[in-house]
Each structure stands twice: as C-alpha cells, then as structure tokens.
C-alpha cells in the first residue's frame, strides 16, 4: 500500500521538525515548507494528499493559503494551525473549505486522529463520487444517502463538496447558542438545515418551533410570536402562546424574517436584547431561553439601505451565517436528490420506479430550477406517478420543465383566445387582472426569487406579498 504524503507548511522549524518525525513514525511521507507561497509550489509540483499548514506564515494568512490551495486541488483536505482560538476565525477557515482547525499547543495525537479522519472522509466521498457518476450513466444503479439511520426519510446528504461544507458548519455551530442566519432562495432547504442545527444542539429534546414571517400579516404578528391574553383584542376570547413561548428552552426559527413589519422589528430586537417578551394586552415581562435561527431568500443589506430592515436588528442576529446555493449552481448534487425523492416517491405510492432515462437526465441537467429542491422533489413524485415503466421518461414529466420558456407564453396566448368573451370593465376587477399579470411574468424573469421579482415590479416585499395572497399565486 502506497504511503500517503502530508505537507507541512510552518515558519517554526521546531514544530516542522517534531510533526515530520512523528508522522515518518506512524508511516507517512512528510514534505515541509517554511512559507506559503514555497507550500504552494510543491502542491503544484508533486503528488499531496494532505496540507498541514500553521495560519500565520511570513508571507501569507491562513485564509489566503485555503483559497490557493484550492485554486490548484480542490478536494486536497486542509488542516489549518492556529495560536488563536477565535470562533469567527474558524468559521472562515471552515466556510472556505478547509476540514478542521487546531489551535496551539499542538498533540501529534490529536493531530494524527484528524488526518486520519480528513484521509478517511476523502476517500468516502471519492467513493460516492464515482458511485453517483456512475448512477448518471445507469439509473437503476442509484443509491441513496442519508443522514442518519433513524431519520433517512427525512433529509438527505449529497454526496458533494458543497454538501460537506455545509455540514462543516452545522457541526461547528450547533452546540452553541449563536443566532443564525441562513441565506438561500426558496426552495434550497434552509429549514432542512435549521432543524439540523437544533437537532445537533443541547437544544434537541425541546421544542423546535417554525415560523413564516411571510405569512404573518401586521397586525397578527405581534400575537402570533408574543402570544396574547383574552380581551386584548376583538376576537382574544381566550390566553394564546405565542411562538417565543412555545419554543421556550428551545429554538425558534423564523423563516422569511425581512418580511416582518417596522413596528414588529422594533419588538423582536427588544427580544433579543432582554430575552423577556410580552403578551399583547399583558403589562408583565416573561422571561424566555430561545435559540433563534432565522432564513432570508433575499440580501438584508439591501433592505436596510432601503430602510426597510432595521440595522440593529441585523447586526444583532447576524452571528453566523450559512449560505445554500440554489440548484443550478450545485447540479454536482441531482444525483443524489433524484435518488432520495425516487425512493420516497416508491414508498409513497407504492410504485417500483428505477430511475431516470438518458434524454430525461439531459432535460435535468439543461433545467435552471426556478423552484430548487422543493420543485426537483415535486417533479419526481408527479413523474413517478405518470409512469408506465420502471424507468421515468420524456412524456412523465410536466410541461414547466419540458417548454419553460413557453409556459408564460402559453398563458399568454390563452388570456388573448379569450378575449371574445364579455370581460369586466369595473376598474377594480382591470386592475387586478393587469397587476397579475405583472406579477406573474415578473416571477418568471426572477426564476421565482421574491425579493427580485419586487424590485422589477418596483414595490416592496411586503406589498408582493400582500399581492401574492390577494390574488392567490402564494404557490406560484
């Protein structure tokens, strides 16, 4: 069996003297270089399986050596050294790709028992790697990867890079009582990987309490997170907890958090400053222990420039954050979803559906996914239902992936076929017909991102929203 090569990158010739005799002794090659850009040169040149490399070198930074070594190997595992045990500084190691850090004084041991993990893990992923390209080729062959034995019908870990990344973070982030704010367009997960993060926490046996601030309207919101108590209002015939109670001791995660009113905001940030609440129509704080995490499909930067979302606010839930990419950029991970939703879809409607044949793997592989995972997982059920063979085809998908850029047309062309019959004039029924349309093809060019489709129409999210209720296209 071929030794495997470490690279040690450390300006302290001591430390690259004693790791390199420790590893020589449990049976690995050892390279040294005493600065980063000498490391990178030898990463060029020669075969390395794993780069150990300190954070300060004379030339270059912890985070500057991850993004070069990763420009020339992507998947060559990175185990940074650092004198500094600094949260946010680990988080950016992590987030740029690297698979641990450890800071000093350093245990060869401790040390040994990562690289062994880091060899470990890469060899795993090499492994489904080949198995999923296989499984593109073949579909019967397709496997399905799951987080846990108990909870495989539940969430899934591709068998990707990104994948990896962000399990990194979850892992890094879960035991703490960090606020985090995950960032990806709808469909992309993001309560998939809050759920993760509380289920990893200390947090796991109490309550795990959703909210969608999208749906809350102004003058419920209040009620709907802080509870009430019988007569604040007409229509308060009885005490009501609100979401911040039921998830006491445990997590509370509020979806769509840019969509909360101005007065609602100045309410969640007293919240989260004093950790008390208070029952609308109550004059008594309450005190509560939450873990909040919060989800956004669209740049709270931008609203608060626009002065729709508070400043205070954000840099107070603005701890840690995790970014999904939508579907079109991460296609490395359609494998794998196909496969899981397949195997769901099976079991739901009793069906034994193999795969995928090669012209309709083509047609995935061409698709954007305006709607991500949540569209991929819908797609493949209603195909698994119109199939009449064991592999899915062509003709048992819908139209919308099919013809997508016909599909507005389409809808077009049907409104126009129409026209002969008698229409209302009433301006309020012109009105609303017009405003949906817009609405509509807005959505379209946004690949259904709410926060763009806004800024075409030239209004607000919230009054999207609003629209989006009114005239019944929340699905859309």
Request: glycine share 4%.
């Amino acid at each position: 069996m071929n030794k495997k090569t470490i690279l040690i990158i450390d300006d302290d010739v001591d430390i690259c003297n004693l790791l390199k005799r420790f590893f020589e002794r449990n049976d690995f090659n050892v390279k040294i270089a005493f600065k980063g850009l000498e490391g990178l040169q030898i990463i060029k040149n020669e075969k390395i399986d794993l780069v150990l490399t300190d954070f300060r070198l004379p030339d270059k930074d912890g985070l500057e050596m991850i993004e070069a070594i990763k420009s020339i190997n992507t998947h060559l595992p990175i185990i940074v050294i650092t004198g500094y045990s600094d949260v946010n500084q680990a988080v950016k190691v992590i987030r740029l790709g690297a698979f641990e850090y450890v800071t000093k004084p350093i245990f060869p041991e401790e040390i040994l028992l990562l690289v062994h993990d880091a060899l470990d893990k890469l060899k795993v992923e090499s492994a489904k790697l080949t198995k999923s390209t296989q499984s593109n080729q073949k579909s019967n062959d397709q496997q399905i990867h799951t987080t846990d034995k108990g909870k495989k019908d539940e969430f899934l870990i591709p068998a990707s890079t990104c994948a990896t990344k962000i399990q990194r973070l979850i892992s890094l982030v879960a035991p703490t009582n960090m606020t985090v704010v995950i960032l990806g367009e709808s469909g992309t997960g993001k309560e998939v990987v809050a759920r993760r993060i509380h289920e990893n926490s200390d947090r796991s046996s109490r309550p795990f309490i959703p909210v969608d601030c999208g749906a809350l309207t102004q003058e419920l919101a209040a009620s709907e997170l802080f509870g009430h108590l019988k007569g604040a209002f007409t229509g308060a015939t009885s005490d009501k907890k609100g979401s911040f109670e039921l998830a006491n001791q445990g997590t509370l995660f509020l979806d769509e958090i840019g969509n909360l009113s101005y007065e609602n905001q100045v309410k969640l940030l007293r919240v989260l400053q004093e950790r008390v609440i208070r029952k609308v129509g109550g004059e008594k704080d309450l005190p509560i222990d939450v873990r909040i995490i919060v989800a956004t499909n669209e740049d709270l930067r931008i609203a608060m420039s626009k002065g729709t979302f508070r400043e205070d606010i954000y840099y107070r839930i603005n701890e840690f954050q995790i970014e999904l990419k939508p579907l079109r950029e991460n296609k490395a991970e359609l494998t794998d979803f196909v496969a899981f939703f397949l195997h769901k879809a099976n079991l739901e409607l009793s069906k034994t559906v193999k795969g995928l044949d090669d012209e309709v793997w083509n047609i995935f592989n061409s698709y954007s996914w305006p709607g991500n995972i949540r569209e991929l997982k819908n797609i493949i059920k209603l195909a698994v239902l119109m199939s009449d063979n064991d592999m899915i085809e062509k003709n048992d998908l819908p139209n919308d992936i099919l013809n997508p850029q016909e599909w507005f047309k389409h809808n077009n062309q049907k409104e126009n076929s129409n026209s002969s019959k008698p229409k209302s004039l009433i301006l309020k029924d012109v009105t609303a017909e017009a405003e949906t349309q817009a609405i509509i093809e807005a959505l379209s060019l946004a690949s259904n991102n709410k926060t763009k489709a806004a800024d075409i129409l030239g209004i607000d999210r919230k009054t999207l929203y609003n629209k989006l209720n009114i005239y019944d296209l929340l699905d859309r």
